[in-house]
């Protein structure tokens, strides 16, 4: 009565209870590189990096715990089993398995999967919930039944009281669940931000460095800038970096934009909580600590905690509970085709050049640049939802799909017509402006409007009201926009629409 258990890249997690479950004298674990997952989008190469060298040091922890496990390398799949189905189709004829284990996918395209599988494979089939996340999808499902209009805010406060988190005699600690009223200050270019703590790459990374630069040399990203953690050790010294270092830091500079420095304050933890190395209550705890030992305040850890207990959340009951067809959402018809350069980053306007070249080429760009440079600008632009998709699943070492989808086509695109956000997240070249320095080493001017020099965000704002003012002319918080637009004289709007539609017809050359 041997069981197989079916892991994949993104539950490299020893403590799951599946794991716990097995026998290791009997049992099986298959992990395996496949094309299947290595090619659904054009990956960065440095996210194909990561995830193949953290596997294969999973692999190697778990075969140090004992375990009997089944792990098959990229050059050994890709001209023999290309799928899931494919590898498990000839596993279970090497051995009479009694039972296939699974952990539930990130996401719909595997579920469909794993749903073929029960009823059609000639053998049970289990499947644990996920321990990626501080809830599980019934208990978030249940929020979100009960919430006919769910807003983070209030799942957030009901997280907090369920967690205890920076909770004392059943309130918030500090007298308000929110601090990011606080968290609001533009980038000081005298603030020095102390280096993320790099990894060096050990033989194991070397070989699949070696790996991703064969196989696929065409897709986007920059071998030389991986400096990854890749097991859970490392990730805890990066998380242990981040608390000692950045943290205190993090909510002073949460929105702020700052020319050449990728990272500002932000924790770049991400890809290590959604890969299963870390946990994330545990980082929240870790905040939690260095608040109560005074060593940062609490405007910086509310508003770290905020974005792993509320969004991360939030967003992953929101993706499941609203069902496959969210990914269809484009409420403003956005169709135009994307600019060359998102695929290359040779453009001009500065904050752009630099949230895009990151991107691309380390695999990253901080929140703010992912909302508000680049989304913002997809926006505006009226950029086709489907392709803005793909481009963020494929860029971001951090990126699947239940994060990005409802980040991009909810947020920043309101592509759902404002579920996830109650507003669209339009702005124009001032608040890029009153954020950071990018503007000074730029060619365009966020003064102006219309004209050669005018920082295009300016133009595209207007016209983006101008176009969508039956939209917006009833919602509360953009009727102001609205009627500032329906204010200015016909000769100044007239002159905006045209250099407007001038920018959109040559977005390749901005
Ligand atoms: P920090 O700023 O240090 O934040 C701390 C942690 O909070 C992050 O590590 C992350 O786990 C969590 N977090 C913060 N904001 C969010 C959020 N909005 N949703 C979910 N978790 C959040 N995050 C991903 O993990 N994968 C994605 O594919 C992804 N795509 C995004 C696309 C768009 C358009 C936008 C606007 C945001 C996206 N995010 C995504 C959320 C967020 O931008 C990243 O989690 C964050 O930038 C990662 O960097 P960090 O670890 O330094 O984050
Ligand atoms: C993203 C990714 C990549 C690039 N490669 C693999 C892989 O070879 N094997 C695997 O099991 N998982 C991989 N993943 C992650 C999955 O595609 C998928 O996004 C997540 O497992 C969703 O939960």
New binding site residues.
């Given amino acids: 009565s041997r069981r197989l258990l079916l892991l994949l890249g993104d539950q490299l997690d020893l403590s799951h209870p599946a794991l716990q479950q097995l026998d290791r004298q009997r049992d099986h674990i298959l992990l395996a590189e496949l094309h299947q997952e290595a090619s659904y989008v054009p990956h960065n190469k440095l996210k194909i990096a990561l995830i193949f060298s953290a596997m294969r040091h999973f692999a190697a922890e778990l075969r140090e715990q004992g375990f009997y496990l089944y792990y098959y390398d990229y050059v050994e799949t890709k001209d023999n089993w290309a799928s899931f189905s494919q590898l498990l189709n000839h596993q279970l004829n090497l051995h009479d398995y009694a039972q296939l284990w699974l952990i539930e996918p990130g996401e719909y395209r595997l579920q469909a999967q794993y749903k073929h599988w029960q009823g059609n494979l000639p053998l049970p089939v289990q499947q644990f919930p996920s321990h990626n996340f501080i809830f599980s999808r019934t208990q978030m499902h249940q929020w979100f039944a009960a919430h006919p209009q769910p807003r983070m805010e209030h799942f957030y406060q009901w997280a907090r009281q369920q967690t205890g988190l920076l909770m004392e005699s059943g309130r918030p600690i500090g007298g308000k669940y929110n601090f990011d009223k606080q968290n609001r200050r533009p980038w000081s270019p005298t603030e020095q931000v102390p280096t993320p703590r790099a990894f060096r790459s050990d033989k194991l990374t070397q070989e699949v460095l070696h790996l991703v630069s064969q196989e696929f040399s065409d897709n986007p990203g920059k071998l030389e800038h991986f400096n990854y953690a890749v097991c859970r050790e490392q990730a805890l010294l990066a998380l242990d970096d981040f608390i000692q270092n950045r943290l205190a830091k993090?909510g002073d500079y949460?929105d702020a934009l700052a020319d050449n420095q990728p990272?500002v304050f932000?924790?770049?933890?991400?890809?290590y909580?959604?890969l299963g190395l870390l946990s994330?209550l545990d980082v929240c705890q870790q905040a939690q600590q260095a608040y109560q030992q005074g060593h940062a305040p609490l405007n910086a850890v509310e508003g770290?905690i905020r974005?792993?207990l509320g969004?991360?959340e939030y967003?992953r009951g929101l993706y499941w509970f609203m069902g496959e067809d969210y990914a269809q959402g484009n409420y403003l018809q956005a169709e135009r085709a994307l600019p060359d350069w998102f695929w290359h980053a040779k453009v001009q306007m500065r904050c752009m050049q630099q949230a895009i070249g990151n991107s691309l080429h380390r695999a990253?760009?901080?929140?703010i640049q992912?909302?508000m440079v680049?989304?913002n600008f997809c926006l505006l632009a009226g950029l086709d939802v489907r392709s803005v998709c793909t481009w963020?699943?494929a860029v971001?070492v951090?990126?699947?799909e239940w994060?990005?989808l409802p980040?991009?086509l909810g947020?920043?695109l309101y592509a759902d017509g404002g579920i996830l956000a109650s507003k669209p997240y339009a702005a124009s070249g001032n608040y890029l402006h009153k954020m950071g320095n990018h503007c000074q080493h730029c060619p365009y001017s966020p003064k102006q409007t219309t004209g050669l020099r005018a920082c295009p965000y300016n133009a595209l704002y207007w016209q983006f009201i101008d176009t969508h003012q039956q939209a917006f002319a009833a919602h509360p918080r953009m009727a102001l926009m609205v009627a500032q637009w329906q204010k200015k004289s016909h000769s100044e709007q007239n002159a905006i629409r045209d250099w407007a539609g001038k920018l959109l017809t040559n977005l390749d050359r901005l």
């Fill in positions: 993090f949460q990272a932000h924790s770049l933890l991400s890809v909580i959604n994330p770290f974005q792993i969004w991360r967003v990253y760009a901080h929140h992912r909302l680049i989304g963020y699943l971001y951090d990126a699947f994060v990005e980040n991009t947020m920043a």
